[in-house]
């Protein structure tokens, strides 16, 4: 294994290729969590999941355990560990605290991470001691932008709205779908882990040209869909996935500085009722006015990818959320959202969306697991050490703001992605 070190990162990205050790090498993924994760803006979790004063959920950012909470009305994102003998705080996946209390030694600590008491460890002195020592700490930098919560573990790097960039449109563009302007997660969260590097999943994402292989069997069961029920349904998401093989060599994708893109939307839509979907057209635009709103349904993408964590789309209310575990082992969270003074249909419609692709029982999903998997075993063979991202390099074009285009089978998104990995891998990106 080669001592991190000594790991010549630069030369392991090309214009049209990537080592393979990007995807199996221990030593880089720790680099990785270090480099990349711990200086990224990272979602944490969403201001409905917390409605109360004193309510907390628990996640892992870069691999660290940290706790979103409701401090009277103003949110806080704390390490989960105890200043005391560094067990984690918070053991459930959610719930209520009035105080946090360890349970190695009964410490109790306020919603904002304050030192209430030290139980028995009373005899001490407490001059000798930092203040900021006794506490449950705060994460460098935390922000809410429209109800989603994104923390980032360093000081070091872009503020927030420089990171994300032109990609905050996605965000922005779910929120303004809804007709009072807020959105509120759907209780239950879909949760897969599955036996492969990280990067996969977001370069599957906007890859156009896999459906019509590793779909091929729920593309078939997909062309039998009742496309004359308004009710959404399982078979209306493969029957779309069938129809767009024929027309993504024409779709574009557009990336954006920092590894984030998107790509154009496919043949799915959300199947309501027309009595539902007049209802829904009437508030939002007594919200938005005709043509804002005519702006905000036309904003047509299939999946954005905000680098390197989220998968978002927002016609359809759902995003993906990966969290690296291991250099073969990636966890995925699912959640969807509901436009608040929508029908109720719109509601049931994305979450039978996201059934059908990220539930456990999901064919399609299962379709980019299994490949997820054959590739991280394929990629610890020595037959070659690149792996070729080549496709409409030579056509893609890009503009003086550094944002680019390409069409159809481009591997344009994976290219981007790795030239933000670079940055990020060599250090430079905290001196940009």
């Known amino acids: 294994m080669t001592p991190s070190d000594l790991i010549d990162l630069p030369a392991l990205v090309k214009k049209d290729r990537v080592h393979r050790d990007v995807y199996i090498d221990p030593e880089i993924f720790k680099l990785e969590m270090e480099r990349i994760f711990n200086r990224s803006w990272l979602f944490v979790g969403h201001n409905s999941q917390i409605p109360d004063s004193g309510d907390f959920i628990t996640t892992r950012l870069a691999n660290q355990s940290v706790v979103m909470v409701n401090h009277h009305n103003d ?57 900021s020592d006794l506490k449950m700490r705060s994460l460098a930098r935390v922000i809410n932008h429209r109800g989603f919560v994104f923390a980032c573990l360093t000081t070091e790097g872009p503020g927030f709205e420089e990171a994300l960039g032109p990609i905050l449109s996605a965000i922005d563009n779910l929120v303004d779908r809804s007709p009072s302007g807020e959105v509120e997660l759907i209780p239950g969260i879909h949760r897969h882990v599955f036996p492969g590097n990280w990067k996969m999943q977001l370069e599957n994402i906007q890859d156009a040209a896999h459906p019509r292989f ?14 004359e029920e308004f009710r959404m349904r399982a078979e209306d998401v493969m029957s779309g996935n069938n129809d767009a093989v024929d027309i993504l060599d024409a779709s574009d994708a557009i990336a954006f500085p920092g590894g984030h893109s998107y790509m154009a939307a496919i043949p799915i839509r959300i199947k309501v009722s027309p009595e539902a979907e007049k209802e829904y057209l009437t508030v939002l635009e007594k919200r938005h006015g005709p043509d804002k709103t005519e702006s905000i349904l036309s904003d047509s993408r299939h999946f954005n990818v905000i680098y390197p964590q989220i998968m978002l789309q927002s016609a ?65 063979t020595s037959a070659s ?39 990020y891998m060599s250090a430079s990106h905290a001196d940009d």
């Open 214 to 227: 590793i779909h091929t069997s729920s593309n078939e069961a997909g062309s039998k869909g009742r496309q």
């Open 385 to 423: 050490d690149w792996v070729l991202f080549a496709n409409g390099l030579e056509t893609d074009t890009s503009d003086a703001q550094g944002v680019s285009s390409g069409q159809g089978f481009t591997e344009l998104p994976m290219r981007n992605q790795f030239v933000a990995w670079s940055k």
């Open 75 to 131: 949110i806080h994102v704390l390490f989960n560990r105890c200043p005391h003998r560094g067990a984690k705080v918070c053991e459930f996946e959610r719930g209520n605290a009035h105080p946090f209390r360890c349970p190695y030694h009964g410490w109790a600590f306020d919603t904002d991470g304050r030192l209430l008491s030290s139980s028995l460890h009373t005899d001490f002195d407490k001059s000798t001691i930092d203040e």
């Open 316 to 380: 359809f209310q759902t995003m993906k959320v990966l969290r690296p575990v291991a250099v073969d082992r990636t966890e995925v969270s699912v959640y969807v959202f509901r436009l608040k003074g929508a029908p109720e249909e719109y509601d049931n419609a994305a979450m039978q969306f996201a059934n059908a692709t990220n539930s456990a029982a999901s064919v399609i999903l299962q379709d980019d697991l299994a490949t997820f998997a054959n590739i991280q075993e394929g990629l610890t």
